[in-house]
């Protein structure tokens, strides 16, 4: 784990263990405790909170119509999980997929979903994926820290073709006070020692609003065509409405 708080005034270039090959089995108890950590730290609260928007208010989606949501670089599918119960307890009606480039990643996600669940896995690069049907909206979730600036434009630029309704990005802030108290936290919880690794170099790798108003700029948006959203602890989202 980091010892020092690297230089933050721009994006990190330092590498994530979980991103190195490992085995199934060590992949999984990295995935299992991310998840535990997004839990404890409310980090679906970002995306909840804009899904609800999407089906409430003056512009809402009529829950009789099925919302395709595509989840990209879905790890341990935890995300995808929640937005299957907050749908079903809305009556929601949706169609859940979960792309991510690792096939052990997505075998993963799948063996920890319960059977029940309707929400279907792919293994596939997303810049080559094609899906049958038309996508509503388009989620990530503590992905884009992982891409170069060059694949966030891309990235983004390929969410604006795709989704229908429009999309959000989940990911988080880059400060030295995060960076530092979660690699003491991980360090105490005994998470799992790629978590504590890649926490620090995540948030070290993620973002601030500048970054995300030069790379959506890049991407070919306006100010107006998104919204930056921050949230505690660490989060640092980007929201995208698409005019109806």
């Known amino acids: ?132 049907r038309p996508i509503d909206l388009i989620t990530g979730s503590l992905f884009t820290h992982h891409l170069a600036d060059a694949d966030v434009v891309r990235f983004i630029e390929w969410m604006e073709r795709r989704a229908q309704l429009g999309w959000f990005v989940n990911d988080l802030s880059r400060a030295a006070v995060p960076y530092r108290l979660f690699g003491l936290f991980s360090k105490l919880a005994r998470l799992h020692r790629f978590v504590q690794h890649d926490g620090p170099v995540s948030i070290a790798r993620s973002f601030v609003p500048e970054d995300w108003r030069t790379l959506c700029a890049a991407a070919g948006l306006s100010e107006r065509d998104f919204d930056l959203q921050a949230f505690t602890p660490a989060r640092l989202c980007v929201a995208r409405r698409k005019p109806q």
């Open 1 to 132: 784990m980091p010892h020092r708080v690297p230089d933050l005034s721009r994006r990190a270039q330092l590498t994530e263990l979980m991103d190195e090959p490992c085995s199934r089995e060590e992949l999984r108890a990295c995935l299992r405790d991310l998840a535990r950590v997004n839990r404890w730290f409310l980090g679906y609260r970002p995306l909840l909170k804009w899904l609800d928007a999407i089906v409430s208010g003056r512009r809402a989606v009529p829950l009789r119509i099925p919302l395709r949501i595509l989840d990209v670089g879905c790890g341990y599918g935890d995300s995808l999980r929640r937005i299957e119960q907050w749908a079903d307890a809305r009556g929601a009606a949706v169609e859940l997929t979960g792309i991510d480039i690792n096939p052990d990643t997505v075998a993963i996600a799948a063996e920890a979903t319960p059977p029940a669940s309707r929400i279907r896995w792919i293994s596939a690069d997303v810049f080559e994926y094609e899906p049958e």
